[in-house]
Every structure is written in C-alpha cells, then in structure tokens.
C-alpha cells in the first residue's frame, strides 16, 4: 500500500470486525519504541509510518498527519489543542477533486520522522472515547481516522501527492450481551446504525444500484472515495474464535466477502505543476480572504464577543510574531551587513598579507645582496691570503738561502782554520824532530872530542831548546784554545743570529697569517649573524602571515556556518511560503559562498604553504651551515698552520740548541785535550829541564857517567819526542774528528731549513690554492636560480608575487658557483 502511495494513489486500509476481535489491536497495536525499534505487537499505522519513511529517504517530500474521530455523528480532531472542537464536512468543489470531501478546520502536522507520527498517534489515541463493556475493557466508541498526506517531488516542476486513510472502526456490538445501558447504549446504537449503513452501500455497490446511500450516515460519507471511488482500499476483518461470538462471526465474513466484489477504478492523482500548487493556494488564499470580507461586509462582525476578542488576541500575537520577525529580519541584516564588513575586513588582511609576502621577498633580495657582498669580501680575502703565503714562501726560500750561506762559510772558515792549525802542529812536529836529531848529533860530537865543554854548550842549547819548544808548543796550543773559542764563539753567533732572524721572519708571518684569519673570521661571523638576523625576520613575519592565515580560515569558516545555520533558519521560516524559489536561491546562494570559501581557503593554504617553504628553506640553512663549515675550516687551518709553525719553531729551537751544545762540547773536549797535552808537555819539559839541571851538576862531578846519562836523556827526549808527536798525532787526529763532526752538523742543521721547505712552503702552497678554489654561493646564483624555474622570469621582471614563489619552493636546489663546479672536492660536498 505504501507503495501505491508514493506512486501517487490515494489508498484506505479499515478494520471491520465485531467488538473486541482485535480491531484496535491490528491497526494501532503496541506503540511504545525501544531503542528507536518498534515493538513486535506494533500495528499497522506505527508500521507504515516507519516503512514510508523508510522509502522516502533521500527523496525530497513532505509528509502530513491529521487524526479525526467520529463519535455519535460528530466529527472531531484529535490533534487539535483546544478541547472537543468539531469539525465540519464539506464537497471539495476544486478541479480534479472528483466531489471528494474536505474536512474543514481539521489540523494537519508534517511529520519529519516516523517518531513524531508516532507520537502524533499516541497523542490523538489518548484523547479518544474508550470504555468498558462486558466484552472489551477498553472498547474504542468511535470510528478512527488517521490519514497520511504525501507529497513527493517527481522532476523539477511537478510534485505527487497521495494520500493513506488508516481506519479504525467501532466494533459492532450485541448491546444485550455488551451490557451498555444509558450513554453505552446510545453510542453502541450509533455505532451499529453507521455500520448498518456502511453494509448497506456496500451492499448497493456489490448490487450496481443506482443510488448508494453514502449520505446517510458521516461514516459512509467519509468513506465514500474508498467504496467504489477511484481509491485502492484494504478491508481488514476480525473475527473471534469464540463459539458464543459465531454469529457475529459469520456476519463479518460475510459483509468481508460481499466488499470483496466492490469494483474501485484506482486513478493517480495528477502531478501537480508546483507552480499550478502554488497559484492555486494563492487563489485559495485569496478566496478565502475575499469571502472573509464579503461575510463581514454583509453581516458584519459574524461573530460571538469571546470570538472576537479571541481573534483581537490573535491578530495582537500576530502582531506580535510579525514584529518580532521583522525585528529578526533586521538583524539579519544588520548580521549581514556585519558579515560583509567581515568579508572586506579578511580581504583587507588578505591584501596586507599580499604586502606582507611582497615586504619578505625584498628582505630576500637584501639577503642575496649581502651574501653577494660577503662573496666579495671572501674573493678579496682569498686574494690576500695567496699574496701572504706567497710573500712568506719567498720568505722563507731567502731565509734558506742564507741559512745555508752561513753554514756553508762557517764550515768552509773552520775546515781553513783546522787545515792551518794542522799545519802547524805539524811544522812543530817537524821542528821537535830536527831538534831532536841535532840533539843526537850534539851527543855524538861530545863524546869524542869536547866533551865537557861542549857537553856544558850542549845542556845550555837543550835548555834553550826546552825552553823554546815549551814556549813554542804553548804559544801554539794557547792559540789553538784561543782559535777554538773563537770558532765556537763564531759559530755560536751565527746560530744566535740564524735563529734571532728565523725568530723575525716566522713571527711576522704568524701575525699575517693571524690577522688574515682573524679578518676572515670576523667576515664570515659577520655575515652569519647577518643571515641569522634576517632568517628570524623572515621566520617572524611568516608565523605572523600563518597566524593571521590561520585566523581568517578560522574567521571564514565560522562566518560560512553561521551563514549557513542563518541560510537554514531563514530557509525553514520562508519554505512554507515560497518553498522551492527559495530553496533555489538559498542553494544558489550557499553554492556562491562554498565556492568562495574554496577559493580563499585555497589561497590561504597555498600562501601558508609558500611561506613556510620560503622560511624553512634548506638553502638558507645550507648557506649558513656552509658559512659555518667555511668559519670552522678556516678556524682549523689557522690553528694547524699555528701548532704547526710552532712544532716547527720548537724543533728549530732544538736543533741550534743540541748544535750549540755539541760546538760548546766540542770546544770543551778540545780545550780540555789541549790543556792536558799543554800540562804533560809542561809537566813533562819540567821534568826534561830538572834533569838536565841534574845531569848537568851530576856532569861536573861524574863525568864517567856522562856518557851513560847522556844515553838515558836521549832515550827520555826519544820518549818524550814520540810522547809529543803521539799527542800532536792526536790533537790532528781530534781536529780531524772535529771537522768531521762539524761537517755532519752543518748538514743536520741543514737537513731542518730543507725540511722547511716540505713543512711549512708545501702547506702554505696548499693552502692558497684551497683557498682560491673556495667560493660561497652569491645572490646572483640565488636569482638565477630563481629564474631558471618555469614562469619565473616574467615575474622577477614584472614584480615578484607570491604564487610564483609558491612553485620556487616547491623545487629545492642546491647551487654552487660556477667555478665550483671544477673543483672536486667541493663537487663531493655539494652532492
Ligand atoms: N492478536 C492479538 N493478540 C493479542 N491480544 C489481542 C489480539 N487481538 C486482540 N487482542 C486483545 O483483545 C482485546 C480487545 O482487542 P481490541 O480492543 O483491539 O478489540 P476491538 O475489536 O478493537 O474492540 P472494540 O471494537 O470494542 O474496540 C485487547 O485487550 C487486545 O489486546
């Protein structure tokens, strides 16, 4: 049936049956919900209210419940507020209604659910006549109508109506075997006399007679549509299995069985153009207003005293809602007019943040400027550094050459002045040993001839002869320690000098080399701080863009829903006037504002999104990090090229010290040889010079024995000849080791001024051409990259915006400068 409705048929389900078989029990049934279920001994209304609804979710329709009761011949409404209010029939005189009757005053509810018809149900199911008869203790005493109306949008223009008459009728009663006595009886007469009747026209619908009695009784007339009209109807009968209620039994099924052969012509009801609905309750309207006024003119006031100032009381609350809503009208627009103000103020803030993005990108610009700058600055202290380094590479080549110079004299004046000390030694060598044959020939002669006077001449020259070759050899060993200390003092000076100078030069290069890199230090943390100051602006400026972002989505957001809730509200006060025209415009109107509200939501988002790619952008941080990664490299190799310079300080140190300390012990050893052999020789001369004095006195007294000590002195001179010549063998011996030993030193102390050159010329060299291969990315590198994004030159030369930085971001890069790119080494941090 409920299909039929929606197909647009009007339709009537009725329970006939005798009292107390179930009528009430089939159509109404248990109507409390559990759960928002329905019970299982719910009935048929309860049951086809859910399952239309059902069908008509997500169709677009309206629904409408009224409730009347026909009780003695009186038709009232069981939805209505006000007491017993009665209801009056009428002939539906409208085009196409077909004589069907209206109810007049009857209230009609629209429904949204299936619970509120339920409701609606209890509700009118409360107010009902119910009594106790002997047979039913809660006996229904009228008949029950509830009619669902149904309209159901078809197409754009058109709309179904159908319509569902749900019928309980009073049972039909033995009034002797019910017990109703006084009003019972009147009502159980009533309610027989209107079934009697609806038998009866059934009966003349069955037999074709020319005339049913539709008239003569409400009930009939009620149902007149539904027996033989163009309605589908159901007849539900209801039987007692009792055998005391067989005749009654056997009464229904018969009446059942005989409505059977009632012939209905089912017909839809004809879409109605919404339009043609709304024209003609305009008419409706219009008539009804008219005939309003044609009464009073013709009657005046048709009305009793309490009526009228009922209706006075209704025209002042009228008045009342009227200005009420015309109060709300205008809130509404002043609300509306608020939100406009909203609107321009968020397009305001939109156009500051336009400035705001336009203010960063400028700031951007100053940052490439001053990264441009530091890339000169940079160029200008690579330059300075490869002119340093150079300056002390030749620096140092000079300062090897001279130190070289000077070890090579110094060993070429000692090798001279040995070679002539050995000379002499050996003159003197020669000397002792002509002496010595002179004193052998001398001994030779005294013994034949004149020996004692000659032996007196003899002792007198071997004193003159001890006498001067101890002269002679000290004079000589005095000059060798005198030449000795001399070259140790030379030598000494030299190396105080070589080192006072190497002192000089490393100390003015250190202070070059440190106040190079403390130039570039203080640039590079100038230029950080620099960076870091204008990426906290930009990181400032951009979580206030995102805040303010944030704020008017959120702004927006808000005004769309009040907007809408407003939309809603004031679609649900006009929909029952204007109905669809305003649907229309209100989905028309929310469609504009979801569309805008897209469109500036988007916007919002893509600027966001721009601007935190521009703030967290890796390049800045690349930049800085490489700033940092430059600074700390430079800080390193300032403080290798220090520890470096100092290890080499300190081993040049230690090398002019071990070699003074081995000239000064060198010297030591030699003046101490030399002050040994001079003490011997003394000692030793001494000795000779005694003896000869004793020889000499013993020679006067034992001239015998002259001969036999002349013998012994001469094998004593012999013996202290060969003593002398050992010695001198051993002082040219010594010389010869010393000048060995100063020749190995001279080279070890020129093995560290070569080593120099590996140590502190080579990295000095490395250094600058590390340097010059250095290079910072400039803001030109920036621009250009920037330019090389698609679309993006156009928009530098026209004037940046920020959708075009929106795709800058999106496209990462890292960019070198262009000489970079021969370099290995920063080709490999780059990737
Ligand atoms: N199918 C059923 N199952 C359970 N109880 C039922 C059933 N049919 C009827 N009853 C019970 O029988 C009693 C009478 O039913 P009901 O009031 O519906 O009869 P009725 O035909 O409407 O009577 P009346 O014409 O006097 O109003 C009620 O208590 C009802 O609960």
Same mark, same amino acid.
């Given at each position: 049936?409920?299909?039929?409705?929606?197909?647009?048929?009007?339709?009537?389900?009725?329970?006939?049956?005798?009292?107390?078989?179930?009528?009430?029990?089939?159509? =109404?049934?248990?109507?409390?919900?559990?759960?928002?279920?329905?019970?299982?001994?719910?009935?048929?209304?309860?049951?086809?209210?859910?399952?239309? =609804?059902?069908?008509?979710?997500?169709?677009?329709?309206?629904?409408?419940?009224?409730?009347?009761?026909?009780?003695?011949?009186?038709?009232?409404?069981?939805?209505?507020?006000?007491?017993?209010?009665?209801?009056?029939?009428?002939?539906?005189?409208?085009?196409?209604?077909?004589?069907?009757?209206?109810?007049?005053?009857?209230?009609?509810?629209?429904?949204?659910?299936?619970? $509120?018809?339920?409701?609606?149900?209890?509700?009118?199911?409360?107010?009902?006549?119910?009594?106790?008869?002997?047979?039913?203790?809660?006996?229904?005493?009228?008949?029950?109508? =509830?009619?669902?109306?149904?309209? /159901?949008? @078809?197409?754009?223009?058109?709309?179904?109506?159908?319509?569902?008459?749900?019928?309980?009728? $009073?049972?039909?009663?033995?009034?002797?075997?019910?017990?109703?006595?006084?009003?019972?009886?009147?009502?159980?007469?009533?309610?027989?006399?209107?079934?009697?009747?609806?038998?009866?026209?059934?009966?003349?619908?069955?037999?074709?007679?020319?005339?049913?009695?539709?008239?003569?009784?409400?009930?009939?007339?009620?149902?007149?549509?539904? +027996?033989?009209?163009?309605?589908?109807?159901?007849?539900?009968?209801?039987?007692?299995?009792?055998?005391?209620?067989?005749?009654?039994?056997?009464?229904?099924?018969?009446?059942?069985?005989?409505?059977?052969?009632?012939?209905?012509?089912?017909?839809?009801?004809?879409?109605?153009?919404?339009?043609?609905?709304?024209?003609?309750?305009?008419?409706?309207?219009?008539?009804?207003?008219?005939?309003?006024?044609?009464?009073?003119?013709?009657?005046?006031?048709?009305?009793?005293?309490?009526?009228?100032?009922?209706?006075?009381?209704?025209?002042?609350?009228?008045?009342?809602?009227?200005?009420?809503?015309?109060?709300?009208? #205008?809130?509404?627009?002043?609300?509306?007019?608020?939100?406009?103000?909203?609107?321009?103020?968020?397009?305001?803030?939109?156009?500051?943040?336009? +400035?705001?993005?336009?203010?960063?990108?400028?700031?951007?610009?100053?940052?490439?400027?001053?990264?441009?700058?530091?890339?000169?600055?940079?160029?200008?202290?690579?330059?300075?550094?490869?002119?340093?380094?150079?300056?002390?590479?030749?620096?140092?080549?000079?300062?090897?050459?001279?130190?070289?110079?000077?070890?090579?004299?110094?060993?070429?004046?000692?090798?001279?002045?040995?070679?002539?000390?050995?000379?002499? $030694?050996?003159?003197?060598?020669?000397?002792?040993?002509? /002496?010595?044959?002179?004193?052998?020939?001398?001994? #030779?002669?005294?013994?034949?001839?004149?020996?004692?006077?000659?032996?007196?001449?003899?002792?007198?020259?071997?004193?003159?002869?001890?006498?001067?070759?101890?002269? @002679?050899?000290?004079?000589?060993?005095?000059?060798?320690?005198?030449?000795? /200390?001399?070259?140790?003092?030379?030598?000494?000076?030299?190396?105080?000098?070589?080192?006072?100078? =190497?002192?000089?030069?490393?100390?003015?290069?250190?202070?070059?080399?440190?106040?190079?890199?403390?130039?570039?230090?203080?640039?590079?943390?100038?230029?950080?701080?620099?960076?870091?100051?204008?990426?906290?602006?930009?990181?400032?400026?951009?979580?206030?863009?995102?805040?303010?972002?944030?704020?008017?989505?959120?702004?927006?957001?808000? +005004?769309?829903?009040?907007?809408?809730?407003?939309?809603?509200?004031?679609?649900?006060?006009?929909?029952?006037?204007?109905?669809?025209?305003?649907?229309?415009?209100?989905?028309?109107?929310?469609?504009?504002?979801?569309?805008?509200?897209?469109?500036?939501?988007?916007?919002?988002?893509?600027?966001?999104?721009?601007? #935190?790619?521009?703030?967290?952008?890796?390049?800045?941080?690349?930049?800085?990090?490489?700033?940092?990664?430059?600074?700390?490299?430079?800080?390193?190799?300032?403080?290798?090229?220090?520890?470096?310079?100092?290890?080499?300080?300190?081993?040049?140190?230690?090398?002019?010290?071990?070699?003074?300390?081995?000239?000064?012990?060198?010297?030591?050893?030699?003046?101490?040889?030399?002050?040994?052999?001079?003490?011997?020789?003394?000692?030793?001369?001494?000795?000779?010079?005694?003896?000869?004095?004793?020889?000499?006195?013993?020679?006067?007294?034992?001239?015998? $024995?002259?001969?036999?000590?002349?013998?012994?002195?001469?094998?004593?001179?012999?013996?202290?000849?060969?003593?002398?010549?050992?010695?001198?063998?051993?002082?040219?011996?010594?010389?010869?080791?010393?000048?060995?030993?100063?020749?190995?030193?001279?080279?070890?102390?020129?093995?560290?001024?070569?080593?120099?050159?590996?140590?502190?010329?080579?990295?000095?060299?490395?250094?600058?051409?590390?340097?010059?291969?250095?290079?910072?990315?400039?803001?030109?590198?920036?621009?250009?990259?920037?330019?090389?994004?698609?679309?993006?030159?156009?928009?530098?030369?026209?004037?940046?915006?920020?959708?075009?930085?929106?795709?800058?971001?999106?496209?990462?890069?890292?960019?070198?400068?262009?000489?970079?790119?021969?370099?290995?080494?920063?080709?490999?941090?780059?990737?």
């Amino acid at each position: 049936m409920v299909d039929e409705l929606l197909c647009g048929y009007n339709c009537t389900v009725f329970a006939y049956g005798q009292t107390g078989t179930g009528k009430t029990y089939t159509m =109404f049934g248990k109507m409390t919900e559990e759960l928002g279920l329905l019970s299982d001994d719910a009935g048929i209304i309860p049951r086809t209210l859910y399952t239309l =609804f059902d069908k008509l979710k997500g169709r677009d329709s309206t629904v409408k419940c009224s409730f009347i009761e026909l009780y003695n011949e009186a038709l009232c409404d069981l939805l209505s507020d006000e007491g017993d209010t009665k209801l009056q029939l009428f002939e539906n005189e409208r085009n196409g209604a077909n004589g069907s009757l209206l109810v007049k005053g009857m209230r009609e509810s629209y429904v949204d659910s299936p619970s $509120a018809g339920v409701r609606l149900l209890e509700m009118g199911s409360r107010k009902r006549q119910v009594a106790a008869t002997r047979c039913n203790d809660l006996s229904s005493r009228s008949h029950t109508i =509830f009619t669902i109306n149904v309209l /159901t949008r @078809t197409s754009e223009q058109s709309i179904t109506s159908g319509k569902l008459n749900l019928v309980d009728l $009073a049972g039909s009663e033995n009034i002797q075997r019910s017990g109703a006595e006084n009003k019972r009886a009147v009502e159980a007469g009533q309610i027989n006399k209107s079934l009697l009747t609806l038998g009866r026209v059934i009966n003349a619908l069955v037999d074709k007679s020319s005339h049913v009695p539709y008239r003569e009784s409400k009930l009939t007339r009620l149902l007149q549509d539904s +027996l033989g009209g163009q309605t589908k109807t159901c007849i539900i009968a209801t039987v007692s299995p009792c055998q005391s209620s067989q005749e009654e039994t056997v009464s229904t099924l018969d009446y059942a069985f005989r409505a059977k052969n009632i012939h209905n012509r089912p017909q839809i009801n004809t879409p109605v153009p919404k339009d043609t609905l709304l024209s003609e309750l305009a008419l409706e309207i219009e008539n009804l207003k008219r005939n309003l006024r044609a009464t009073r003119d013709r009657n005046g006031v048709y009305m009793t005293s309490d009526t009228h100032e009922e209706m006075l009381k209704e025209i002042e609350s009228r008045r009342i809602v009227n200005e009420e809503q015309k109060q709300c009208i #205008e809130a509404l627009e002043s609300g509306l007019q608020h939100r406009t103000g909203e609107l321009l103020a968020v397009t305001r803030q939109l156009r500051d943040l336009d +400035l705001d993005n336009k203010e960063a990108h400028l700031k951007l610009r100053q940052m490439n400027d001053a990264l441009n700058k530091a890339h000169n600055i940079w160029g200008g202290s690579i330059a300075e550094v490869s002119d340093i380094t150079e300056k002390v590479g030749a620096r140092m080549k000079d300062f090897q050459a001279h130190q070289t110079r000077l070890l090579r004299d110094f060993s070429a004046n000692l090798g001279r002045f040995l070679e002539n000390e050995m000379t002499a $030694a050996q003159r003197n060598q020669t000397l002792l040993y002509d /002496t010595l044959r002179a004193v052998e020939g001398a001994g #030779e002669d005294s013994k034949t001839q004149l020996l004692k006077g000659e032996t007196e001449e003899a002792f007198h020259q071997l004193k003159q002869i001890s006498k001067t070759g101890r002269a @002679t050899v000290s004079e000589a060993l005095n000059e060798l320690s005198h030449a000795i /200390t001399r070259i140790s003092e030379g030598l000494e000076g030299e190396l105080l000098k070589c080192n006072d100078q =190497f002192e000089m030069a490393y100390g003015a290069f250190d202070q070059d080399v440190q106040s190079t890199f403390q130039t570039i230090v203080k640039h590079v943390e100038e230029q950080n701080v620099e960076i870091s100051e204008l990426r906290h602006r930009l990181q400032n400026a951009n979580s206030r863009m995102i805040e303010m972002n944030h704020k008017t989505s959120l702004d927006v957001a808000r +005004l769309l829903e009040e907007e809408r809730a407003n939309a809603e509200v004031e679609r649900n006060n006009f929909l029952s006037q204007i109905g669809a025209i305003y649907d229309l415009s209100s989905q028309q109107r929310w469609d504009r504002l979801q569309e805008n509200y897209n469109i500036i939501c988007s916007d919002i988002s893509s600027s966001g999104i721009l601007m #935190e790619s521009l703030t967290t952008h890796s390049r800045i941080d690349e930049c800085i990090a490489r700033q940092k990664q430059l600074a700390k490299e430079l800080a390193d190799s300032s403080s290798y090229l220090k520890v470096r310079m100092w290890q080499d300080k300190e081993r040049l140190g230690k090398r002019h010290f071990s070699a003074r300390q081995a000239a000064v012990s060198a010297k030591k050893d030699l003046q101490q040889s030399v002050d040994n052999h001079k003490e011997t020789l003394h000692e030793q001369l001494e000795l000779w010079a005694r003896e000869l004095e004793k020889t000499q006195s013993q020679n006067k007294q034992l001239s015998d $024995a002259y001969l036999g000590h002349l013998n012994t002195l001469e094998t004593t001179i012999k013996q202290s000849y060969s003593t002398v010549k050992d010695q001198l063998g051993m002082v040219l011996e010594n010389s010869g080791q010393f000048q060995k030993d100063m020749a190995r030193h001279s080279d070890a102390m020129e093995q560290p001024i070569e080593a120099l050159e590996k140590e502190i010329c080579e990295p000095l060299s490395h250094l600058r051409t590390n340097i010059q291969s250095y290079s910072i990315p400039t803001g030109a590198s920036l621009e250009q990259d920037a330019c090389d994004r698609p679309g993006a030159t156009q928009s530098n030369q026209e004037g940046t915006s920020h959708w075009e930085h929106d795709n800058l971001a999106k496209q990462p890069r890292v960019e070198i400068a262009s000489d970079d790119s021969e370099n290995p080494r920063l080709k490999r941090r780059r990737l």
